[in-house]
């Protein structure tokens, strides 16, 4: 028979197992230690993470620790070699991020120009909070970065035609008990709380941890407490019944823009006849506006007001409304065109003409000017519009918000790379100015989102060839803190940073904080 050992055996032969194996563990945590402690090593991960948490197939989870290994590199080392090849290192990881959204048609060299622009921006706060922290200490450090990337973040769509593309808060796109803090601050104010985790989490690591508890407990409490609010908001919308609208959003076939070549007319009579029979389609099935997308066709100059009337005839037709995205060439070399659309009200006359206000950098169209359009439906919602890449920008969706509106359509046009992302980054413009939006999208996925940020519908061009959304949405919106005071969030962002610089140009530098 087998012998077996009693449990006094047993239980000495389990001590000396775990007794040989700590010095293994701590072997194995010091090798992980010294891998962190490596300058190296450190820039390797924060690539890495920034790349895998940013812009497409980004996890949003991973946003929160990302900027923790860069920070780590700069509070341990020193002089203008490191602070160069941190910029270098951190410069590509951008360009690297921004190649995971260009496929065709879109050059590669975009990755370069977005990458450096984005780069520029928030590699710099990186740099200052560094310096902050050696002159003001750890919570000066911890309310500068977060302070500082809303800053750059900021300055992306006011001064520059980067859009909010980088942005912490895209990132956090899955969360919308999180993103209800746009009501109130914006985007910036999501961002700001990613930034501001990723700085406490860069200080437990440290031996010395000033005033570490108390910065802990602050930021725990400002995300606890915005995820809390998003709750209870969201909560709130689902809590009482809202009258809506039957909208929808349609389709095309058109590939103009596509190709260096311009349409043929019997394409163009192809295209137009399925815009028409979508539109049709969408009318007969009760909906009250219908959408198409950003250049769902085109209309030579000489042909454009024959092309209106029909357009107008049609609306009046269906007893529709209808905003009707098209393009018309103005020249071929060098390109030159108006990206626009036409608004008809059911009775087919047109109320007003919309103008792309922010062409994507190095598109060839005529930049629209003027103050946002507003239109009064029958049953007494307000209806706005922009296209595309205007809602990257948040001043435009604030003059829409500003105005008031119920409804924002939003005709658009996008690729492969970019979809959905593109989609759900405009649930971040509806949460800010308290309006639904209808984004009726080309090469890419059509939705409807809620003042919450909902998606109540959607239907992705790549699914079928019938291309028409039906949609039910809120018939009014919102009001929000936001709507009302703007960009007071990175206002007060670039007020605290200018304190920060100007108190630490007037104290000694302090002393190093080492691992």
């Not at 940073?497 to 904080?513: I, K, M, Y």
Request: charged fraction near 15%; include cysteine; hydrophobic fraction near 50%.
């Amino acid at each position: 028979m087998p012998s077996s050992l009693s449990p006094q055996v047993k239980g000495q032969s389990s001590r000396v197992k775990m007794r040989s194996s700590i010095p293994a563990t701590l072997e194995g945590m010091k090798r992980i230690k010294a891998l962190y402690q490596s300058p190296l090593a450190l820039l390797a991960m924060g690539a890495l993470l920034l790349i895998a948490s940013q812009v497409r197939f980004g996890v949003g989870a991973l946003a929160w620790v990302a900027p923790v290994p860069w920070l780590q590199y700069l509070r341990i080392t020193q002089g203008w070699k490191s602070r160069l090849a941190f910029v270098g290192v951190a410069w590509l990881a951008w360009v690297l991020a921004i190649m995971k959204i260009v496929t065709a048609p879109v050059p590669a060299v975009m990755s370069l120009a977005f990458g450096t622009g984005i780069g520029l921006m928030l590699i710099a706060p990186y740099l200052g909070a560094s310096w902050i922290r050696r002159r003001l200490g750890e919570n000066a450090a911890t309310l500068g970065f977060a302070s500082f990337m809303v800053v750059g973040e900021w300055i992306m769509h006011v001064l520059l035609p980067l859009g909010v593309w980088g942005s912490a808060a895209n990132t956090q796109l899955d969360n919308l008990a999180l993103l209800q803090v746009a009501s109130i601050a914006g985007v910036h104010g999501v961002s700001f709380l990613v930034y501001a985790v990723a700085s406490v989490l860069e200080r437990a690591s440290c031996r010395e941890r000033q005033s570490f508890a108390s910065a802990a407990l602050v930021v725990t409490l400002l995300v606890v407490g915005a995820v809390a609010f998003g709750q209870v908001r969201l909560v709130s919308a689902s809590g009482s019944a809202r009258q809506t609208q039957l909208v929808a959003a349609v389709g095309t076939d058109s590939m103009v823009g596509t190709s260096p070549t311009l349409p043929t007319p019997e394409e163009l009579a192809r295209v137009e006849a399925g815009l028409f029979a979508r539109t049709t389609q969408a009318a007969q099935a009760g909906a009250e506006l219908v959408v198409w997308t950003e250049a769902a066709t085109m209309s030579e100059p000489a042909h454009e007001p024959a092309f209106q009337r029909r357009l107008g005839n049609l609306a009046a037709t269906l007893g529709v409304n209808l905003v009707a995205g098209y393009v018309v060439p103005l020249q071929e070399s060098p390109l030159l065109y108006e990206n626009k659309y036409v608004f008809f009200r059911d009775d087919g006359t047109m109320d007003h003409t919309y103008l792309k206000h922010r062409p994507v950098p190095g598109e060839p169209a005529v930049r629209g000017e003027g103050e946002m359009p507003r239109v009064e439906l029958e049953g007494g919602a307000a209806v706005g519009g922009a296209i595309c890449y205007d809602y990257d920008f948040p001043r435009v969706a604030l003059a829409n918000a500003e105005r008031r509106l119920d409804l924002v359509a939003l005709p658009s046009s996008d690729w492969r790379g970019i979809d959905p992302i593109h989609t759900e980054m405009a649930r971040l413009r509806a949460i800010e100015g308290g309006h639904s939006i209808l984004r009726s999208t080309r090469f890419g996925l059509s939705a409807g989102i809620d003042p919450w940020g909902r998606i109540r519908g959607w239907n992705s061009h790549w699914d079928n060839d019938r291309r028409v959304l039906l949609v039910e949405l809120p018939r009014r919106g919102v009001s929000t803190i936001y709507a009302r005071l703007g960009d007071w969030f990175p206002v007060s962002a670039l007020v605290a940073s200018f304190a920060l610089f100007g108190f630490a140009l007037l104290r000694p530098r302090s002393r190093e904080v080492v691992l």
